[in-house]
């Protein structure tokens, strides 16, 4: 089992990530923003994450870290 | 639970440092710089590089990365790097540049320093528009492209063509290695970190100039999602500039 962790302030909410996630594990979450305004990602945990980390690789803001 | 410790799978390269980067949604800047620290840190370099920078989005980069930068006027980066290069021989000189200033005003800089063969790297940043100045046309713009200075798109028969920096640079003979790659999907960044780290191998093992064209999105003076500006990299940009590694040593 996988499991990302997403580092706010860094997120700016592209979405790649959310592209990029075969387990459709990451979404935007429109309730929560960052000090800048940016709606960011969202990690949602239902073990069905196998932290390929793929999310992290297309990441233009270096924002996620993955673990397994 | 499971007994087996949890392992960090994808981590911040070392030389990164915490900064948040400036650059707006779905920009590539800093995927760049991303694949420029893990270059930096598998060849370990973090203490014997200079990082010389040219004006444009990327400007900041002495913000993001814990090496030694050097802030070069418009389009110079090649002709300063070729000069700390020579200076000092051991260090590792890199230059971090975009299309408005490589394949505009640094046009001369650029050709000469491959011309020479200095013993340098090239990070070229192509969007197809001058960024940080507010998305006028540039060289590399492509045509039929809406830009501020071109509102009903770029002509080629007012404003010429897009001009293709990798292949130019390839030919040239102090050229050890040219490439052109691409930031749009999962198997084209792939390719640019191993791209990348072959234009810093060309440095570490004295084979001569080595550049990598990377292209990327600019969603901002594009006037497109992020989402949109990835697909119009596949559908435009990568047809008029073809991805490949156009000279390798």
Not at chain 2, 187 to 203: D, E, P, S, V, Y
Request: hydrophobic fraction near 35%; charged fraction near 20%.
């Amino acid at each position: 089992m996988g499991r990302v962790t997403v580092k706010e302030e860094r997120c700016k909410g592209c979405g790649y990530c959310i592209e990029a996630c075969s387990s459709a594990n990451l979404y935007l979450d429109r309730d929560k923003r960052n000090k800048s305004g940016y709606s960011v990602a969202s990690f949602k945990d239902d073990e069905q994450c196998s932290g390929c980390a793929l999310c992290a690789e297309v990441c233009p803001d270096v924002a996620l870290e993955v673990y397994r | 639970m499971s007994a087996i410790a949890e392992k960090k799978v994808f981590s911040t390269p070392q030389v990164l440092k915490d900064n948040v980067y400036h650059f707006c949604p779905g920009c590539h800047h800093g995927l760049v710089h991303r694949l420029a620290a893990e270059a930096l840190d598998d060849y370990n370099l973090a203490t014997s590089a200079v990082g010389v920078i040219g004006v444009g989005c990327g400007v900041f980069l002495y913000d993001y990365l814990a090496i030694d930068c050097c802030e070069a006027p418009h389009g110079r980066a090649p002709a300063v790097a070729a000069g700390i290069k020579r200076t000092n021989p051991g260090a590792f000189v890199f230059t971090y540049q975009g299309d408005g200033d490589l394949a505009a005003i640094g046009t001369s800089e650029i050709i000469h320093a491959a011309n020479r063969g200095e013993q340098i790297t090239v990070i070229f940043v192509n969007n197809s528009v001058y960024g940080m100045t507010g998305g006028q046309m540039a060289p590399t713009t492509l045509p039929g492209q809406k830009t501020t200075t071109t509102p009903a798109g770029r002509s080629p028969l007012n404003d010429g063509h897009p001009v293709n920096m990798a292949e130019i640079i390839a030919i040239l003979p102090g050229t050890a290695y040219s490439a052109r790659v691409s930031c749009h999907n999962l198997k084209g960044i792939r390719t640019a970190r191993k791209a990348m780290h072959r234009a810093f191998q060309a440095q570490v093992e004295k084979r001569g100039f080595a550049l990598i064209e990377l292209l990327s999105a600019c969603p901002t003076n594009w006037r497109m999602t992020p989402q949109q500006s990835l697909q119009r990299m596949e559908d435009e940009m990568i047809p008029a500039y073809p991805l490949g590694t156009y000279k390798d040593f």
